[in-house]
């Protein structure tokens, strides 16, 4: 059973940036793919970015259309935590960050993933 606690939410204006954490627990956190999903009022959750496991050449990443060149996504399986860096920050952003693992190598699909985290608040004032 993996636990998933996400922090570094908050309120930032247009054009700023955050830095989004997810710690993990209770799991081997290297053999899990990782990723970061979004929903804001009203909406369905979305796909925002997954990594993969480590594998031989590396992670591999994979990022919705909206956030690419812009958000960037990353692990350090030595503390046990996925990354999601976001720069230039638009309104549409705004949302309720989720972290979630998979027991696949990577996914962009919701339902691949078994283990959520609560959410951290994301808004981007204009």
């Known amino acids: 059973q993996v636990q998933l606690v996400e922090s570094g939410g908050g309120l930032v204006q247009t054009g700023g940036s955050l830095r989004l954490s997810c710690a993990a627990s209770?799991?081997?956190?290297?053999?899990?793919?990782m990723g970061w999903f979004r929903q804001a009022p009203g909406r369905e959750r979305e796909f925002v970015a997954t990594?993969?496991?480590?594998?031989?050449?590396?992670?591999?990443?994979r990022y919705t259309d909206s956030v690419k060149g812009r958000f960037t996504i990353d692990r350090d399986n030595t503390k046990n935590t996925v990354y999601l860096q976001m720069n230039r920050l638009k309104p549409e952003d705004t949302a309720i960050y989720y972290c979630?693992?998979?027991?696949?190598?990577?996914?962009?699909?919701?339902?691949?993933?078994?283990?959520w985290g609560q959410g951290t608040q994301v808004t981007v004032s204009s």
């Open positions: 979630a693992a998979t027991g696949t190598f990577i996914s962009s699909t919701r339902y691949d993933y078994s283990y």
């Open positions: 209770g799991g081997t956190f290297s053999s899990y793919g």
């Open positions: 990594i993969s496991r480590r594998g031989a050449s590396g992670s591999i990443r």
